[in-house]
């Protein structure tokens, strides 16, 4: 085996999914076993473990294993963080339970706010104070800060995050404070506001450092253990972690910034949609990524995901904006909604059929798993209606029980709504549709994109199920389904680049701009992206990107501009109004010309190199077909429920892996690989591409619907 093999692991809420690629392409071994809540790290081991047995080779062979996870998302929403601190300026301790004093539903009387991570009483106020424009009103008194400190020894307190007001213009206050609380606590994590997030907004900038510190030593933990267990095994490359932004970071970054890593694993599909698009010439996708769990959907526009500068965790209800609180980092931007393959059917107070948000998890599961769960899931649903092999669940490593999906769906969903159970399997299975279509339309919607111009790019172990139906309800013409589907946001682990994000604050005017303020600013940040990134990247192999947040006078928040081609310096100002008219008008479909425009923060992206990943069809993978008949790929045919026919179908089976580039074939068709299945329509014609993707063409009247 050669010395380029990569692992990628995302750790889903249910299934832990692997890949294991060389950057030749001639290795590409596909993995999933389920997930270990409460060892995250076991399921990794033994996924890795099976990878490399069934791929015949040594883990020293191993170059690098990157990984995403949702743990710590799990610790910020169920609470399991450290015991934290927050010490501020006077006057401001409140600043995080006041938030931004916004309603996220005008309706609900009875409307709870996400609890901040510090209660009150761990809360502290020091008296030193920066102005606006960096000038200093009064420093912190060492003193003080040393009985802060005894105080806070007292509450048996682990992590401490130091937040003060405009210390994103003048840090030395915090620097200060945090040298002394270092040096008498070294046993205690300690965040500096300006260090995790060094912008204006003091909301924000509170809750993200304190979101930060609050699960910084339980990702140093985990990290930690996580790299010994694979040094254990003889795993000889260094260990990597996804960002939110799509780079992969060192695991010293990542336990010291964790809440960068928080949307880990949803930006490694995004990036693993924006790969296979651009290799088979589609810039322009709906990443749809359906698990066991939820669903995540996420626009590709020119072969770069959409980004947002902050993100929300620990909603009060789940998929409700403005219900959780704000982490001031960027993120590839989309929209997650309760659907996936564990998603929990029931009949509400009002004899409605309502599917998730809550899931069945991986313990116990829909009650086809046969691990005692009782109440049905989407993955029931499929399997009553012929969608699923029960024998070939994760390549028959995981027997499905059609019985038991029978059973818990007529007696939880069919009975009480009067239908049969083929009926009520059917009805779960659109409604997950209709609310995952639904959810994704206002998604694009509310960015400004037709959505039926985005081919739809399923993947996760339910995405290819369901896409077809969720495709014609968006009124999408095609569908892309890639070799490996089911774990193909391991894939996106594999060819993100090391990346590091910096921003400064510097409000001003386009016309009023100090250019020197502005290049000193973006200077230090490329320098100290240099420094970070140069332990493992050479130096000229290290690349910057560049932005400005901006905004019309008067407007409360900001878009992110890429900074035109040209010296940042006086002349420049035309060309970055330019700039920021045409994002905005990308964005809302006009402009204010007679309104002033103004610049808050400029951000810089250091980056290395983006990896080499060939997929198998590019190394010479199954020889391609001149007849395009995929007759030779079939492995069977079997019932499965099509409202078109009124009822149950004989449908042909087909051997994913068997299929080569060129073959063809039309709806409605079952197309099995191991850790995912892909149901193709009736009016719809299915082929493989020459990157061994399956592309799915609806030939008949993409209307919303049943059909």
């Known amino acids: 085996m050669p010395a380029t093999l990569r692992i990628g692991v995302d750790i889903g809420g249910t299934f832990t999914d692997l890949i294991l690629l060389d950057d030749l392409g001639t290795v590409f071994q596909i993995g999933k076993v389920l997930t270990t809540p409460a060892d995250p790290a076991g399921a990794v081991v033994e996924g890795v473990r099976d990878l490399l047995e ?241 669903a995540k959907a996420c626009l590709v526009e020119g072969g770069e995901p959409l980004t947002a500068p902050e993100f929300e965790v620990a909603r009060v209800y789940r998929f409700k904006r403005g219900s959780g609180l704000p982490i001031k980092v960027p993120a590839i931007e989309m929209i997650e909604i309760g659907a996936g393959g564990g998603s929990v059917a029931r009949v509400s107070s009002l004899g409605l059929l309502t599917v998730g948000p809550d899931s069945a998890g991986a313990d116990p599961g829909p009650a086809c798993y046969g691990r005692g769960g009782t109440e049905p899931a989407v993955t029931d649903a499929d399997l009553v209606l012929g969608y699923l092999d029960p024998e070939f669940f994760l390549g028959g490593r995981l027997r499905l029980d059609r019985e038991a999906a029978r059973r818990a769906i007529e007696e939880r969903v069919a009975g009480p709504l009067g239908l049969d159970p083929v009926q009520a399997a059917w009805g779960i299975h659109q409604v997950v549709n209709e609310n995952m279509a639904s959810a994704v339309r206002v998604h694009a919607v509310e960015r400004g994109k037709d959505i039926r111009r985005f081919p739809l790019f399923a993947f996760g172990g339910a995405g290819p199920v369901h896409a077809h139906r969720v495709a014609r309800i968006l009124r999408c013409s095609t569908v892309v389904c890639p070799l490996g589907a089911g774990v193909a946001s391991a894939m996106g682990f594999l060819v993100a680049p ?96 007679d309104v002033a425009v103004d610049v808050v923060s400029w951000r810089v992206a250091a980056h290395g190199p983006k990896p080499t990943l060939r997929l198998p069809a590019e190394a010479g993978g199954p020889a391609a077909s001149d007849s395009g008949d995929p007759s030779a790929a079939l492995k069977t045919r079997r019932p499965a429920y099509l409202p078109e026919r009124s009822g149950f179908a004989e449908v042909p089976v087909y051997d994913r892996y068997r299929l080569a580039p060129g073959h063809e074939f039309a709806g409605p068709a079952i197309v099995e690989e191991r850790e995912s299945t892909v149901v193709v329509g009736p009016d719809a014609r299915a082929r493989i591409d020459n990157w061994l993707n399956l592309v799915i063409e609806d030939t008949g009247r993409a209307a919303p619907g049943a059909s």
């Not at 510090?118 to 800060?145: F, I, K, M, S, W």
């Not at 050479?538 to 006078?553: E, S, T």
Request: net charge negative.
């Open 54 to 294: 069934a791929a015949g080779a040594a883990a020293r062979d191993v170059s690098a294993v990157v990984h995403g996870t949702t743990l710590l998302t799990n610790a910020l929403i169920e609470r399991k963080g450290a015991r934290t601190a927050l010490i501020t300026t006077r006057g401001f301790r409140d600043a995080l339970e006041i938030a931004r004093e916004h309603r996220y539903d005008m309706y609900d009387l009875f409307i709870e706010r996400p609890a901040p991570l510090v209660p009150r009483y761990l809360r502290y106020e020091l008296g030193e104070r920066v102005l606006e424009d960096g000038t200093v009103e009064a420093a912190p008194d060492p003193e003080e800060v040393r009985r802060l400190v005894e105080t806070l020894r007292r509450e048996h307190i682990d992590a401490v995050a130091v937040c003060f007001l405009h210390s994103y213009r003048a840090p030395a206050h915090e620097q200060a404070v945090g040298r002394l609380i270092r040096t008498a606590a070294p046993e205690w994590a300690c965040a500096l506001s300006h260090e995790v997030v060094p912008e204006i907004r003091e909301y924000e900038r509170t809750s993200t450092t304190a979101a930060n510190v609050y699960i910084q030593g339980l990702a140093a933990r985990y990290l930690r253990r996580l790299e010994e267990r694979l040094e254990g095994m003889g795993i000889g490359g260094p260990l990597f972690i996804m960002q939110s932004t799509g780079g992969i970071c060192s695991v010293e970054t990542a336990s010291r910034f964790p809440i960068r890593v928080v949307e880990s694993g949803p930006a490694a599909g995004a990036l693993a949609a924006a790969h296979h698009g651009a290799l088979a010439g589609r810039p322009d996708l709906l990443a749809f990524d359906m698990g066991g769990t939820t």
């Open 498 to 593: 090391l990346v590091f994000d910096f921003v400064r604050t510097l409000p001003a005017g386009v016309e009023s701009i100090d250019w020197t303020a502005v290049r000193a600013a973006v200077g230090e940040m490329e320098q100290e992206g240099r420094r970070i990134l140069s332990t493992t990247v050479a130096g000229d192999q290290i690349g910057f990107r560049r932005w400005a947040d901006m905004r019309y006078r008067g407007q409360g928040h900001e878009i992110r501009v890429p900074l035109p081609q040209v010296p940042l310096g006086p002349g420049a100002e035309a060309a970055l109004r330019d700039a920021f008219e045409r994002a905005y008008a990308g964005i809302y479909g006009h402009t204010a010309p």
